[in-house]
Each structure stands twice: as C-alpha cells, then as structure tokens.
C-alpha cells in the first residue's frame, strides 16, 4: 500500500487511527523506496493518540524495539525514562504519552553496528499528517538531529542545539519543544563532559512532564 490510500474519516479520532493503522502497514521502503530498499521486513513501531500531550520524537527502532514492536524496550528506554521521571506504565500510557519517531521502522545496521539514519521516505509520508491529527500535544521532545531538524530547522551539532533548550523551550511556539540528546549508551561519555545537562536540564524536564501527564487523559486514538 502506499500512504495515500488512507481512507476519509468521519471524526479527529477515527482519522488519527486510520492513520495509525495505515503507518503500521506501510511498505514505502521496500516497495517504493529512496535508494536502497529496507534490507528486512518492515514492522512500524509509533504510538499515538489525540489526547496526548508529550510527543516523544525520537529516531528509529533499534534492534530490540524492532523484535519487541514496542518503542524503546531497551538501555536507551530505562535512561530516558529516568531522565522523564516516569514509571513503565506512565510511559506507555498511549492517551497521555505518544511517541512517533522519525522513522517508523529499523533502518538496519551500518559497517560498526551502529544503527543506520532514519529512512528518508518515512517522515515526508507520515509524520506531518500524524502530528496534525494529535491537537492537544504542548511540548515534544526532539531526540537527536535528525528530530531537532524537522521539528526546529536546526543544522546545528546536537551539543550546541541542546545546549540552548533555555531559549528553545522559551520561544513562542506552540507546541513547545524541548531538543535532548539520545538516550542510548554511547552517549554517556557526553554525558560526563556536559553534566549541566543532568543538573539543569533533567529537572525541568521533569517537572514539565509530571505537569503535562498529571492531567487525566481521556482515551486515545
């Protein structure tokens, strides 16, 4: 299939999980893809829903997450919800916490195991028409250069855009957004060199996410 064949919906909450549905379906890497195609069988991984209100926009799905189907069921997912302060079931509370990666499936692995860059043809098909079925979303957490520069334009290197979330945060936008650098292992030698980030950073980050969770949620879609 490809992302156009989503079907009309008849409410803000059937359109965002027809959308849904379509994305965890979707082949456009495989079937119609930029360059080489996906090297294994697609297997989506997002979580959405029109009454959350932190959107967790990270990379890809790893290795584990794309056994699991379930975003970040790994290391980088106990740091970041340490650093979020939030219990496993708070995280995967879909109606308060969505989470919609730059791209949806498991890239692959590059020559040194690392994980491969998002897939080009995921975000352009997916992720403006998912963000604008999801209203009530105030603050998303931009996870890495690739989510700073869709959601912030920024070109940047990751330590600097981080480094100025004061002024990020502060601007006039709506939703607001935090960038953060990824919560995987390799970084925490980063870590140690800027431990502003955990001192200043983390704190508000929690405060702000105990805000924007503690306010019941309605369902989801």
């Known amino acids: 299939m490809t992302p156009l064949s989503v079907p009309p919906a008849s409410s803000e909450a059937e ?24 090297p294994h069988e697609p297997r989506p991984v997002l979580r959405a829903s029109t009454t959350a209100r932190l959107l967790i ?9 794309h056994a699991s189907g379930t975003p ?12 979020l302060g939030v219990t496993d079931d708070e ?5 308060r916490i969505a989470i919609v990666p730059m791209g949806f499936c498991f890239p692959g692995l590059d020559a040194h195991g690392g994980d491969l860059p998002p897939r080009k ?21 931009a996870i890495g250069a ?39 292992w390799r970084n925490s030698g980063w870590l140690k060199r800027n431990p502003w980030f955990e001192v200043e950073l983390v704190p508000a980050l929690r405060a ?8 019941g949620a309605d369902g989801g879609g």
């Not at 926009?57 to 997450?65: D, K, N």
């Not at 702000?208 to 306010?215: K, Y």
């Open 57 to 65: 926009a990270g990379q890809a799905p790893g290795t584990r997450v």
């Open 208 to 215: 702000r996410v105990r805000e924007l969770i503690s306010v």
């Open 15 to 38: 359109d965002l999980a027809a959308l849904v549905a379509a994305a965890g379906a979707c082949r456009i890497c495989v079937e119609h893809p930029r360059g080489r195609p996906l």
């Open 91 to 95: 995280f995967y509370d879909v109606g």
């Open 121 to 141: 043809e995921c975000a352009p098909a997916w992720r403006a028409r998912v963000l604008a079925a999801m209203p009530r979303v105030e603050l998303v957490l």
């Open 146 to 184: 690739h989510a700073q520069r869709w959601h912030l334009g920024a070109v940047g290197a990751v330590s600097d855009v981080v480094a100025d979330w004061r002024a990020i945060l502060g601007r006039d936008a709506s939703p607001a957004v935090l960038p953060m650098p990824h919560p995987s």
């Open 72 to 83: 970040f069921t790994d290391p980088s997912g106990d740091r970041l919800r340490a650093w």
